[in-house]
């Protein structure tokens, strides 16, 4: 319940980040790559600053570089800002994860090695706060160093160390210079783990985003500059401490809470988090099943192999009758994001009741029906785009414009675009569709990663399985919307509109048939819908089953296939 | 561009802006902690751990089996001795008990600890000796060793506000009194 607030709230968001940024600019979209980002500014700006730090004199060698007529100053500021933009950052993307439902199943693997990172990133910027050796730091050092104390791994109190008696050794701080670059090397081998299970992870941002955040951080950096604060003195109270709240904001805490109770709460916060795949996880008979492929019509294209966002898919041997290769999901991998479905030309892959052919009987419905009338605009509405509606999901109306009964569109929706399969739009527009309007969400906070970026190209470039070339592009368009963003879906819904005026009336066909043009291996009467490997190899033409086409009668209105 | 478009510019340039000033600010958030005008006591230090080494012949039985060039013309057992650290400031107790003995691989007695006290000047009473414990044979010659480890004191102290008055031990075994701050 509260986690539907606050999705919905998070939906509300992006909608007004798209209006002020566009969907391509909108950088909560691209908060994990942000986070990237910054990493990638830390190192290079961390590089300088080592060749001026001093572990026999810290805190000097940091008034020196803060005192460099050029770069010093800003550089250690754009390292420490860069450091809080990423920490800032890997929340949103981290939040955005759990609101969508991104945390559990294959997806476990991204989420817990995420809590890591974080993790390391705090223990980055602990040691990294120690290394300046001012107030702050001595507060994280001693107390660190109390929460040390707590465990039974010390022969003597580490805490001893920073009494006062005697100055620090230079030997502490080179194990804090050791651990705060040795640290980043760890972040990097999790940030592999992190996106290991995804194909094609995007690690930045679109360069305009990357160079105006890193433009802006650089700004602040100079015009802003991060102060250096008192020495660290272990004579003196840490009592007037500039803390750094993205990274110390839980210190004033710490010092009021006993050192077990400390690590209480902490070791549950990190349980929790890490539980968190299987805390949220749906119920079990409500999780989206794996992809299926149907070995029967597989043809071993490998083209659902290619676009699978989260590299489930392999092609195989066959281990049935039949000679050759088939597509094999792994369901350990697969999230069902479904868009192997749109894929597919024949037809023969995607999660149980989303294949192209469930589609293809869903239109069928949906065109006999009531809600469609011929000559209209129909709205293929994604679930997760201001096509479906004021904050999506498809339960709502589509929007005050578009949805006047008798004069609107007429909205088919769907549950992603990037399921879509393209025999879809050819079934509207040839069933006398004035045009289609696809209402996908933006490309980059698809949920299924890849699903309007495959869409697009299926529909305009020739990606299999392409729209085919006698359906009229000029009928159809796709416009990015995120859930609360229906104005841009009736925008482009009004500019359709106006264009598809200037084009002649469409002619609907009385009988319409939708040819596949892959070749289909032998045995197609075996119907089989397992995802293993089976039956026997050869290769016929087919077509769908007509049982999809009862309405018309076949034949009538068929255009040609390729290779016929 | 039309207006609207320009406006739009701008306020997505300004939020842009306005995120980055918030990253500054909470940057550097200036913090007081509420010992401020507080003083603290710290006492640091650590001695070789003192123990009662008991050794005795071995018995037949022991020596059993065991072949001649290996056999112990002793069998001997350490016995460690605890300390009590007590302290008063100003006739308060602030502390009375045995210290945690650490590092007994490492054969070392640390001691660290820190108490907040009210700025001013006090009078300081430390006394760190071997703890009376039953079965601990108080008249063994060792013993004089492991008392001469204890070490006890008695001074004015002047503790300055967010300033750390600081109890260590010299070379000499003898506990030293460092503090900063005005007022010294
Ligand atoms: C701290 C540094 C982090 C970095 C640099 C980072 C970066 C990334 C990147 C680049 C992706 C791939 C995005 C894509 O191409 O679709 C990703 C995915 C993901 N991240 Fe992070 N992330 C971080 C922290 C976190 C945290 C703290 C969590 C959650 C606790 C998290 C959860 C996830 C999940 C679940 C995915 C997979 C999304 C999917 O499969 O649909 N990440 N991250
Ligand atoms: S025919 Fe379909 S299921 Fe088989 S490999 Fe090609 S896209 Fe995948
Ligand atoms: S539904 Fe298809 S595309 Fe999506 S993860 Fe599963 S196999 Fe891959």
Redesign the pocket.
């Known amino acids: 319940m509260l986690k539907r607030l606050f999705a919905l709230m998070l939906a509300r968001l992006d909608g007004w980040a798209d209006r002020l940024y566009g969907w391509k600019w909108n950088p909560l979209y691209q ?3 942000i ?2 980002l ?2 990638a500014v830390m190192l290079v700006t961390g590089i300088y600053l080592l060749f001026f730090y001093r572990i026999g004199a810290p805190h000097e060698s940091i008034v020196r570089i803060d005192a460099q007529p050029w770069g010093g100053r800003w550089i250690r500021s754009l390292h420490r800002y860069a450091a809080d933009l ?2 800032a ?3 949103v ?2 939040l955005r ?2 609101l ?1 439902g ?2 559990w199943g ?3 693997l ?9 993790f ?2 705090y223990v980055c910027g602990w040691t990294g706060y120690v290394m300046v050796w001012d107030v702050q730091g001595q507060l994280l050092a001693t107390e660190g160093a109390r929460l040390l104390d707590a465990l039974p791994i010390f022969s003597e109190p580490v805490s001893r160390t920073f009494a006062g008696a005697e100055p620090l050794p230079s030997a502490f701080f080179f194990m804090n210079l050791f651990l705060h670059i040795a640290i980043p090397v760890g ?1 990097v081998i ?2 592999w783990l ?2 290991s ?2 194909a ?4 930045l941002p679109p360069r305009s985003l990357l160079w105006t955040t890193v433009g802006l951080l650089t700004v602040a950096a100079l015009l802003l500059p991060a102060p250096v604060a008192q020495a660290a003195n272990l004579l003196r109270i840490s009592a007037d401490v500039p803390l750094d709240l993205f990274y110390a904001f839980w210190l004033p805490w710490l010092r009021d809470t006993s050192a077990p109770a400390a690590w209480l709460a902490g070791t549950l916060l990190v349980a929790v ?1 890490a539980a ?1 795949p299987i805390l949220a996880r749906p119920r079990k008979d409500r999780r989206p099943a794996p992809s299926v492929v149907s070995t029967r019509l597989c043809t071993a294209c490998h083209q659902c192999e290619t676009d699978c ?2 590299d489930a898919i392999r092609v195989v041997e066959r281990t049935d009758r039949r000679a050759g290769k088939v597509a094999w999901v792994n369901p350990a991998h697969c ?1 069902s ?1 479904g868009i192997c479905a749109g894929s597919c030309a024949p037809m023969g892959v995607g999660p149980p009741g989303r294949t192209g052919r469930d589609q293809l009987a869903r239109v069928r419905d949906f065109v006999g029906g009531d809600a469609y009338r011929a000559g209209a605009i129909v709205v293929v509405a994604c679930g997760r785009s201001g096509g479906a509606g004021r904050g999506g999901s498809n339960t709502r109306r589509a929007s005050p414009d578009s949805d006047r009964a008798g004069e609107g569109p007429a909205r088919f929706p769907v549950s992603c675009a990037g399921n879509l399969h393209t025999s879809v739009v050819e079934y509207l527009v040839r069933a006398g569709a004035r045009g289609v309007l696809v209402a996908a969400c933006p490309p ?1 906070d698809c ?4 699903g309007p970026k495959w869409l697009v190209e299926r529909l305009y470039h020739e990606r299999e399985a392409e729209l085919k070339a006698r359906v009229d592009r000029r009928r159809v368009q796709v416009a990015h919307a995120s859930a609360f963003d229906t104005r841009s879906v009736d925008r482009a819904l009004r500019e359709f509109a106006a264009e598809l005026a200037r084009l002649e009336s469409p002619a609907g066909e009385d009988a319409i048939r939708i040819d596949t043009d892959c070749e289909v291996p032998e045995g197609a009467g075996e119907d089989d819908a397992g995802a293993g490997p089976r039956g026997p190899s050869g290769v016929v033409s087919r077509l769908l089953p007509g049982a999809l086409f009862r309405r018309w009668p076949a034949g009538t209105g068929r255009t040609k296939a390729r290779g016929e | 561009m039309n207006a609207a478009n320009w406006l739009k510019r701008a306020g997505a340039a300004a939020l842009a802006a306005g995120a980055m000033v918030v990253i500054v600010f909470l940057s550097w958030v200036p913090w007081r902690g509420p010992e401020g005008d507080r003083s603290e006591l710290r006492v640091s230090w650590r001695i070789p751990a003192p123990s009662l080494r008991h050794c005795r012949p071995p018995t037949e039985a022991e020596l059993e089996g065991v072949p001649g060039h290996m056999r112990p013309s002793e069998i001997c057992n350490e016995e460690t001795v605890a300390f009590h650290l007590t302290l008063l400031i100003g006739g308060d107790t602030l502390r009375a008990g045995p210290t945690r003995l650490t590092g007994r691989r490492a054969r070392t007695l640390a001691v660290y600890e820190r108490f907040p006290i009210p700025a001013g000047s006090h009078a300081l009473e430390v006394s760190f000796v071997p703890a009376s414990s039953p079965g601990l044979d108080a008249a063994s010659p060792q013993m004089d060793s492991v008392r001469a480890l204890g070490t006890t004191m008695s001074t004015r102290v002047v503790a300055a506000p967010g300033h750390v008055v600081l109890v260590t031990r010299g070379d000499s075994g003898r506990l030293v009194v460092s503090s900063t701050g005005p007022g010294r």
């Open positions: 908060s994990g790559a986070v990237v910054c990493l990423a920490v950052a890997a929340v993307h981290a994860m759990f969508q991104r945390s294959p997806r476990a991204a989420w817990v090695s995420g809590v890591f990172l974080l390391l990133l972040l999790f940030l992190h996106v299970r995804v094609r992870p995007v690690l988090l968190v966002p989260y999230v994001c980059r949920w299924g990663r890849e």
